[in-house]
């Protein structure tokens, strides 16, 4: 058995453990030398197998990626098709939080891409720890140490926004461009980087109390306006990777999205993509400015 190890993401260190004739692409070239190991590491067993969805049921389809199941014992699986000449894999629950397990209907010819088994079973784990969410923006650090998360879905300005404010100066901490992991402890809401960028290869290990959510706009001029809680759960709760596979465990992630929307300020930003936007937006979350559009 061969195993990869990947630096702990938000406390939960990975390792890929891998049996018979599978490779492992390596990984993207971002830095990533992870957080402090302060929960139960979370492990993904590849093997050569049975790859089909036997005895379960399925619950949400993803097209063309990807189709998620229940099996027997009410835990979730993901049966990922096969694309771009991969082989179809079937990823299934073995322990809860802990023990996944992906199986290759046939040896595959080329080292697998473990990005979508990996970031679905950290999914499945945080489900099922009730612990966290991975959230689908750009987030960064302000000078005195605020955690701000800039949810959106794709083609929102997420990684430009990223590029932005690493090249201001002084540049601010950008934790990810792309996904970022939010945690709910008995301390508060806590906001992390991770290891699995977008286009602009941002993996920050840094993390902060999340105290600021902005949903961006890119616009001609600058403005800004208040976020109602409700308003902000009705958007955030789209750009989460809340586990409708499994309704059971909906409940703890309802949990995480009200204490995000009312325990950290809600705004609306609109400005246009440049240098001098980015510290302006920095500048409003330093202030904790919520007034109307100016």
């Known amino acids: 058995m061969h195993v990869t190890r990947v630096a702990p993401v938000a406390g939960v260190a990975i390792a890929h453990e891998v049996t018979g004739h599978i490779r492992l692409e390596q990984r993207d070239p971002v830095q990533w030398d992870g957080t402090d190991a302060t ?82 079973a950290y999914s499945f784990a945080l489900a099922a720890r009730g612990t966290g969410l991975i959230a689908h923006a750009c987030a960064f650090i302000t000078a005195s140490g605020e955690g701000v998360l800039c949810p959106g879905v794709s083609g929102t300005g997420k990684t430009t926004l990223a590029r932005l404010l690493g090249a201001v100066d002084p540049p601010l901490q950008v934790l990810t461009d792309d996904r970022a ?87 609306e930003l609109a400005y246009p993509p440049t240098e001098d936007a980015a510290r302006w937006l920095a500048s409003e979350v330093e202030s904790g400015a919520s007034a109307g559009v100016e």
């Open 39 to 120: 929960e139960p590491p979370l492990v993904i067993r590849h093997e050569i197998g049975d790859a089909r969805p036997a005895g379960m049921q399925p619950v949400l389809t993803v097209p063309p990626w990807c189709t998620f199941h229940i099996d027997r014992a009410g835990e979730p699986a993901s049966l990922f098709h096969g694309m771009f000449g991969e082989v179809d894999r079937l990823l299934t629950t073995v322990i809860p939080g802990s023990l996944y397990r992906v199986r290759y209907a046939t040896a595959p010819r080329d080292p697998v891409i473990t990005l979508q088994p990996e970031l679905t």
């Open 181 to 267: 992991i939010v945690t709910l402890t008995s301390e508060g809401v806590q906001l992390w980087g991770s290891p699995w960028p977008g286009a602009a290869g941002i993996g920050g290990t840094a993390s902060a109390p999340l105290t600021t959510v902005i949903f961006i706009r890119q616009a001609l001029s600058l403005g800004r306006r208040a976020v109602s809680p409700r308003e902000a759960f009705r958007r955030i709760v789209n750009t989460l990777s809340m586990p409708l596979w499994e309704p059971a465990r909906c409940g703890h992630a309802l949990e995480i999205v009200d204490a995000i929307v009312s325990r950290a300020r809600s705004i």
